[in-house]
């Protein structure tokens, strides 16, 4: 029974160039979340979306950052122009459905690098 | 500012003693509490949760303590393993998807 699935585990890119960070939540959960940490510091919410639609993204940047969960295939975290500040670990939570009562199972990360 | 934030930075705890790591809360609506535990290079993993309506729970060598008074939560090892060693978050969700996380506390088990 496959937990969330994040990849790839480490990006490097340069300043400039585009990342994009992969999620398959666990099986049954169609609720995925995306969360940033940066050295020292906890996770911090950006995004949480269902199939097919955004529900809230008040946590992610408005300019370069965007997300999709499409009814086919993993959800997405696209960074456009990547800069040096976009470095940090990535992670992605899936839930069987929302609401504080429902446990976030949360992926390895993805830990990008931007030189 | 931070809703949801840790006492200590580190804590370093002689294997086989109990820990007790410290969190602090601002937001009096918040009606669940998780406790996280994080390996190096690894994700989030889930500990132990408690709700508002309680003050405390346990688990395998875990407890959780709530005092909505002060707005304080605390995760309790009993003798501590290295395998315990780890950063610990509290995360804090006031009724909705969100889950607002305190800085975190590394947890150094000395043999």
């Known amino acids: 029974n496959a937990g969330v699935m994040q990849n790839p585990r480490h990006l490097v890119r340069r300043r400039g160039q585009e990342a994009r960070l992969r999620c398959s939540p666990m099986?049954?959960?169609?609720?995925v979340y995306w969360y940033r940490q940066l050295p020292e510091e906890g996770l911090k919410f950006m995004v949480y979306l269902q199939k097919e639609n955004i529900i809230d993204e008040s946590g992610m940047p408005k300019e370069r950052f965007s997300a999709e969960f499409p009814k086919e295939g993993p959800s997405i975290l696209r960074i456009q122009q990547v800069v040096r500040g976009d470095s940090a670990a990535y992670f992605c939570?899936?839930?069987?459905?929302?609401?504080?009562?429902?446990?976030?199972?949360f992926g390895p990360g993805t830990r990008l690098t931007v030189t | 500012g931070e809703s949801v934030g840790l006492h200590l930075p580190t804590l370093s705890v002689q294997e086989g003693d109990n820990s007790i790591i410290n969190c602090a809360y601002s937001?009096?609506?918040?009606?669940?509490f998780i406790w996280y535990k994080q390996e190096s290079g690894k994700g989030p993993q889930f500990i132990i949760d408690i709700r508002s309506n309680m003050d405390k729970r346990q688990g395998q060598r875990v407890t959780v303590l709530l005092n909505k008074t002060v707005k304080h939560l605390s995760l309790q090892i009993a003798a501590t393993q290295p395998g315990d060693s780890a950063v610990y978050f509290c995360a804090e969700n006031n009724g909705d998807y969100k889950l607002s996380f305190g800085a975190g506390t590394t947890v150094t088990v000395r043999a």
């Open positions: 099986k049954g959960h169609s609720h």
């Open positions: 939570a899936s839930s069987e459905t929302s609401g504080s009562t429902y446990e976030q199972y």
């Open positions: 937001n009096s609506a918040s009606d669940y």
